[in-house]
């Protein structure tokens, strides 16, 4: 779960160090930069959203092994 608060936080801060280098310098093409963008928002999502699925599956086996759910 670390793991990919990290990555996550890792990208997030990629996303706006490239926004503030794009806004100033204009390293890339608009368009590119925009999939670029799109591209580090989806990863963003799905190493988030499968970070939390983990974390209730592993969370509902605890319980389930200790008898607090059937």
Known sequence: ???AYISCLLM?????IA????????LMAWDIYF??????????LL???VALARRE??????LRN???ID
Request: net charge neutral.
């Open 1 to 3: 779960m670390k793991i």
């Open 12 to 16: 997030f801060a990629l996303a706006a």
């Open 19 to 26: 926004t503030i280098l794009q806004i100033w310098l204009e």
């Open 35 to 44: 999939k670029v963008m799109i591209t580090l928002g989806l990863f963003f």
């Open 47 to 49: 190493i988030l959203g």
């Open 57 to 62: 599956y592993l969370s509902d086996n605890k």
């Open 66 to 68: 200790e008898g607090y």
